[in-house]
């Protein structure tokens, strides 16, 4: 193989790892803030679970207050009608107590169902809780998990800049630019696999003659159609097989 061509080839696989390698570490800022928002998702649910309860609370103290107001006002009539002379007086103060005695009963049947909806709200927010406990357990254990792989990812890219250097250092200054020219037009793809004599990044046949000097590798040949610097990658023979 033609030793640029081949030197080639490693850049473009250097470039590429590099390529993916910065691509993660950008989408760090992305993922965490999805984290965060997982996060804040369950303490509203907390929030929220909470804030229903306080309602409830509240209601059933509105509903205490008004049935101890009909207790007081049935009290009263009670003791009115001790004291009442004629039969208009009589029956006017028992439509009283019978009006008291319906609305206590109407605001107890009340309280016992936000006496139940008690029940319901307090296990939704235990499992709202609960819910919470879990998910800050998983976004702490993700975050590491970005924070090792920030790292990782960074020696990583250091380590192939510096393999990078050394390439380019052995790499004659025309092939040099022409890959670095079809790299900036080509969103830093700038060598293509030949195969079946079709180019493998735009998929365009490739003539007979330039598809067969591709296939000694022997120098450098770039695509007609999209100016990337094409190789041809030998098939692996069988066992016993004769090479092609």
Do not use: W
Request: with cysteine.
């Amino acid at each position: 193989m033609h030793a640029d061509l081949e030197r080639l080839i490693s850049l473009q696989r250097i470039d590429s790892s590099i390529h993916d390698a910065e691509h993660r570490l950008s989408d760090e800022p992305a993922r965490l803030k999805a984290l965060d928002l997982r996060l804040e998702e369950a303490r509203q649910q907390v929030s929220a679970a909470k804030e229903r309860i306080a309602q409830n609370t509240a209601a059933r103290r509105e509903i205490e207050k008004d049935v101890a107001l009909h207790q007081g006002r049935l009290s009263k009539f009670r003791e009115q009608a001790m004291n009442v002379k004629t039969n208009q007086e009589y029956h006017a103060i028992q439509h009283e107590i019978a009006f008291a005695q319906n609305e206590i009963k109407t605001h107890e049947d009340r309280m016992l169902e936000h006496m139940v909806e008690a029940d319901e709200l307090t296990a939704a927010l235990k499992a709202a809780e609960t819910a919470l406990a879990a998910t800050q357990k998983e976004v702490d254990s993700e975050k590491r998990a970005i924070t090792t792989e920030h790292e990782l990812l960074r020696a990583r890219v250091e380590t192939l800049k510096a393999d990078r250097s050394g390439v380019i250092g052995s790499l004659a200054p025309d092939a040099l630019s022409m890959f670095e020219m079809v790299s900036r037009r080509r969103n830093g793809v700038a060598m293509a696999e030949a195969k079946d004599g079709i180019c493998t990044i735009c998929h365009v046949r490739l003539r007979p003659q330039i598809f067969n000097t591709v296939r000694r590798n022997e120098a450098l040949i770039q695509c007609d159609t999209c100016q990337r610097i094409l190789y041809f990658v030998q098939p692996v023979s069988a066992p016993g097989e004769a090479p092609a």
